[in-house]
């Protein structure tokens, strides 16, 4: 990293009124998407009690959530510019919460695949919106801005899974936990979007569907992919692992994902700071050790404490993962800032909803505890790639 990029971060230009107000939208709406996953993350363990489900079946769950997102990613950059992410990001969190509060209404497991599959393509295209928000925040503020969005989506993530906790605490069904959850951040959401702009490009300026990943970019995207794996399997494992395996309680349980986001919320406050003096290697290799660590010692510790706290390592491992790829994708030569970070996304967030079917799919044939070692597998792969990808950024 140059000299003038650390000076650049470290007094970047102010902010004016109107960009503190919209940068007050974006990070609702980061809040907002975070708090709903946070939720839905704590409550996996219920819907495997509540449709009596084995590991198999309920794999089979998280990839209809998995196929919803990767079918809407295929569509979600064209929907953004064509019709604006105010309105891409209200119709998706109508989805969304909508899925959320039905998730545990019913008995039919048809029905629970419908309802993973509108939940998997609302959070994807309420996230390709307000990230596309965020760029362009950050292009016109000339402001490093991204971690810090980031890190308001770890901190509902958090904030999610320790209202749910306290929900159980107080013996609150958990269905009326999701149908009140949803009640309380669509109206945040829509509050935020107002806020939001919502430009539309012209017709022949609206890009392809898909923005399809080649060379440089593709090794990128699976690099983020090796990441987000292990960051999606702590979002859907990490409170039934805790509960399953370690034979806690369900409020207990829900601690385990709210650690995680803690510490990922964390790393993602100071991630503008870290990047700064960490080159873009160096700080990949920190990063994919320090995650494999703290799933080993979740693993392998057998207390519920020590489970905590070695999935706060892993969260504050993976933190700047996306924020310090996307950068990378950004300045490619020849290639576009926004397209270069689309190409990069759409493959990670496959990694993302992918990693959760994966390890269900493991767990069915081994055990859960033994499927979570591909989370520390991945991270140590993704330390090792590390150079390979992105070495001539040093």
């Known amino acids: 990293?140059?000299?003038?990029?650390?000076?650049?971060?470290?007094?970047?230009?102010?902010?004016?009124?109107?960009?503190?107000?919209?940068?007050?939208?974006?990070?609702?709406?980061?809040?907002?998407?975070?708090?709903?996953?946070?939720?839905?993350?704590?409550?996996?363990?219920?819907?495997?009690?509540h449709y009596g489900l084995d590991e198999s079946a309920l794999s089979m769950?998280?990839?209809?959530?998995?196929?919803?997102?990767?079918?809407?990613?295929?569509?979600?950059?064209?929907?953004?510019?064509?019709?604006?992410?105010?309105?891409?990001?209200?119709?998706?969190?109508?989805?969304?919460?909508s899925a959320l509060a039905l998730v545990l209404?019913?008995?039919?497991?048809?029905?629970?695949?419908?309802?993973?599959?509108?939940?998997?393509?609302?959070?994807?295209?309420?996230?390709?919106?307000?990230?596309?928000?965020?760029?362009?925040?950050?292009t016109q503020s000339e402001r490093k801005v991204m971690s810090g969005l980031h890190a308001m989506f770890s901190l509902g993530g958090m904030a999610g899974a320790l209202v749910c906790a306290g929900m159980h605490r107080l013996v609150v069904p958990v269905g009326v936990q999701l149908v009140a959850v949803a009640l309380v951040l669509a109206p945040m959401m829509f509050w935020a979007a107002q806020r939001v702009t919502s430009h539309r490009l012209a017709a022949d300026a609206v890009p392809p569907a898909f923005a399809r990943p080649r060379g440089l970019l593709l090794w990128m995207g699976l690099l983020t992919t090796l990441g987000m794996v292990a960051e999606g399997a702590m979002y859907d494992w990490s409170a039934l692992f805790v509960r399953q395996e370690l034979h806690t309680d369900e409020a207990t349980g829900?601690?385990?994902?709210?650690?995680?986001?803690?510490?990922?919320?964390?790393?993602?406050?100071?991630?503008?700071?870290?990047?700064?003096?960490?080159?873009?290697?160096?700080?990949?290799?920190?990063?994919?050790?320090?995650?494999?660590?703290?799933?080993?010692?979740?693993?392998?510790?057998g207390a519920p404490w020590a489970a905590l706290f070695g999935f706060m390592l892993v969260g504050l491992g993976l933190s700047n993962v996306v924020p310090v790829v996307f950068a990378a994708a950004g300045q490619v030569p020849g290639i576009p800032a926004a397209q270069g970070v689309a190409a990069?996304?759409?493959v990670g967030y496959m990694g993302f909803m992918i990693g959760p079917p994966l390890i269900g799919v493991?767990?069915?044939?081994?055990?859960?505890?033994?499927?979570?070692?591909?989370?520390?597998?991945?991270a140590v792969l993704m330390a090792l790639a590390a150079r390979s990808v992105l070495g001539r950024r040093d």
């Open 1 to 49: 990293m140059q000299a003038s990029e650390l000076t650049s971060a470290a007094v970047p230009p102010p902010i004016v009124a109107e960009q503190r107000a919209w940068h007050l939208s974006i990070r609702t709406q980061f809040l907002v998407l975070g708090l709903g996953m946070g939720a839905w993350g704590a409550q996996v363990p219920a819907v495997k009690q």
């Open 344 to 346: 990069v996304s759409a």
């Open 61 to 97: 769950a998280l990839l209809a959530a998995a196929a919803g997102a990767v079918l809407c990613l295929f569509t979600a950059g064209m929907l953004v510019a064509r019709f604006g992410a105010r309105h891409c990001i209200q119709t998706a969190g109508l989805v969304l919460f």
């Open 362 to 378: 493991l767990a069915k044939a081994t055990t859960l505890s033994a499927a979570l070692w591909t989370v520390a597998l991945f």
């Open 254 to 301: 829900a601690l385990a994902f709210a650690a995680f986001s803690a510490a990922m919320a964390g790393g993602r406050f100071v991630g503008d700071w870290v990047r700064g003096h960490f080159a873009p290697v160096a700080l990949l290799r920190r990063s994919g050790a320090l995650a494999a660590l703290g799933m080993a010692l979740a693993l392998t510790a």
């Open 105 to 138: 209404q019913f008995q039919s497991y048809p029905l629970l695949l419908v309802l993973m599959l509108l939940l998997g393509a609302g959070s994807a295209l309420f996230d390709v919106a307000m990230n596309s928000e965020g760029n362009t925040l950050e």
